[in-house]
């Protein structure tokens, strides 16, 4: 088990956490010097705590279990637990308070997602017996397009949180996202097909990508 939590320490470090790192990088660069640097690293330990938790749940629920249960499970709860979860990590006072809350809650949720990837990769890769890119290119890619997604939804979430408008509607838009890109992991799991797995990992990159840079163009650049 060691050795497994070792290798998939490398491989969570270079394929999740990393390009979360890149990314908030790239969202914060234009107000850099605007932004607290406690509340930045504040943002990227939140994720990483509140990531784990959710994934925590997640598996103890045995909401991943390959069964019909499991996978209806995995739709429509675990998109629940995962959201709930990100919303009280980006709704702490310190971020909602902030004019740039939206900028910390990217952090947040990129950091969230990457945190939960990794978790849920040691997990399958110690179950399944195997650990190296070669064999196991779709459960990374996919879990990267999650952790995009996630960076997604924290960023909108944060932004609702700090204008206090919606929260409810916004977190109801962002759960029926998760719950369908949910849906396209399960198809992918259920009909193993090459073709089938990269679609479902294109769709959710996407998506995710389509949530960053949407939330993006309508943050704040100056202080309000």
Do not use: H, Q
């Amino acid at each position: 088990m060691l050795e497994y939590l070792i290798k998939a320490n490398v491989l969570g470090m270079i394929l999740f956490f990393i390009p979360a790192f890149y990314i908030f990088i790239r969202i914060t660069a234009p107000i850099e010097k605007e932004l607290t640097e406690r509340k930045l690293y504040l943002a990227c330990g939140a994720g990483a705590v509140f990531g784990t938790i959710a994934e925590a749940l997640i598996l103890a629920g045995g909401l991943k279990t390959s069964s019909e249960i499991g996978f209806a499970s995995l739709i429509f709860v675990a998109p629940l637990i995962t959201m709930a979860l990100l919303y009280l990590s980006v709704n702490f006072k310190t971020f909602r308070e902030d004019n740039y809350a939206g900028y910390y809650a990217a952090g947040v949720g990129l950091f969230y997602g990457a945190s939960k990837e990794f978790w849920n990769l040691w997990v399958l890769e110690t179950n399944e017996g195997r650990l190296n890119i070669g064999d196991n290119m779709v459960d990374l890619l996919m879990g990267v397009a999650f952790v995009i997604l996630l960076g997604g939804c924290g960023l909108w979430m944060g932004e609702t949180c700090r204008n206090e408008k919606n929260k409810l509607r916004m977190f109801g838009r962002l759960t029926l996202v998760c719950m369908f890109m949910n849906f396209l992991l399960v198809t992918a799991i259920e009909k193993p097909s090459i073709v089938v797995d990269f679609v479902a990992i294109f769709t959710i990159g996407v998506v995710g990508m389509t949530l960053l840079e949407s939330g993006r163009k309508k943050l704040p650049k100056t202080k309000r």
